[in-house]
């Protein structure tokens, strides 16, 4: 059985050793777009640092729908926070670049450009980026490439979606931000209407092994082999390996 309450007082120990070893006087920055994994990752940033090291950025792209929500999570945590429309940099992004993006491209671009915005807040407020993803959407790739799948360190990589929600209800978050439906806020459709299954399913077949639907299996399975190499290091060159010459 998952110990909700075990998990959070070792996270919030993992973040205070992190910070010893990583910046002790430093900030934590993320991103918060109010929904269950920025919340909890701001929640235990909170509680491993203190509020007034836990900085949030919530950046709409033009209007954001559930803007209320980011600002609900920074009100009820009472950590700092700044507001950075992004739409201009996107917008001035797709018209600088000579030829029509792909749509994937599209897609990707605001969580490219929120993430430099993260990273800019971060630099000039002495701090450390949190990695909000968890092990459901890394599992399937469900994260975008050096834009929410970036970060520093990483609190809930290895929690999925149910067990962030356990996490969060230990942490006594508002019950509207741990059981938000996922959405990514980009192409307008929730995160298990992309995926094509719900994140139960998921989250039972990584811990268990067990699906129902092999159809389903065959999907998962194959999302997973092909978006695995997002969390490998960088693959790099050494010329200094001795590599042995074929005979």
């Not at 010893?20 to 920025?38: M, Q, W």
Request: net charge negative; hydrophobic share 40%.
């Amino acid at each position: 059985m998952f110990d909700a309450k075990r998990t959070a007082d070792e996270c919030v120990r993992w973040i205070r050793d992190f910070f010893e070893e990583n910046g002790k006087d430093c900030n934590a920055v993320l991103g918060i777009s109010g929904g269950k994994d920025s919340s909890v990752a701001a929640a235990l940033c909170a509680r491993a640092l203190g509020k007034d090291r836990v900085i949030g950025v919530m950046m709409p792209d033009g209007e954001q729908a559930d803007i209320d929500m980011a600002q609900l999570l920074c009100s009820h945590l009472g950590i700092r926070n700044y507001t950075v429309n992004i739409k201009a940099a996107t917008d001035g992004l797709k018209s600088a670049i000579p030829f029509e993006l792909s749509e994937q491209s599209r897609t990707n671009l605001a969580p490219r450009v929120r993430m430099a915005v993260v990273y800019a807040v971060s630099q000039s407020m002495n701090g450390r980026v949190v990695n909000t993803c968890n092990l459901s959407e890394d599992w399937v790739g469900y994260a975008t490439r050096y834009g929410d799948g970036a970060g520093d360190f990483s609190p809930l990589s290895h929690l999925t979606v149910q067990e962030v929600k356990a996490v969060g209800r230990q942490l006594g978050l508002p019950d509207v931000l741990v059981d938000k439906t996922p959405i990514d806020g980009l192409c307008g459709k929730t995160d298990e209407d992309n995926l094509g299954f719900t994140y139960a399913v998921l989250d039972r077949y990584i811990r268990t092994g067990l699906i129902d639907d092999p159809a389903i299996k065959e999907v998962i399975d194959k999302k997973h082999r092909n978006n695995v190499f997002k969390l490998k290091l960088m693959p790099y060159y050494d010329p200094c390996i001795d590599i042995k010459a074929d005979e």
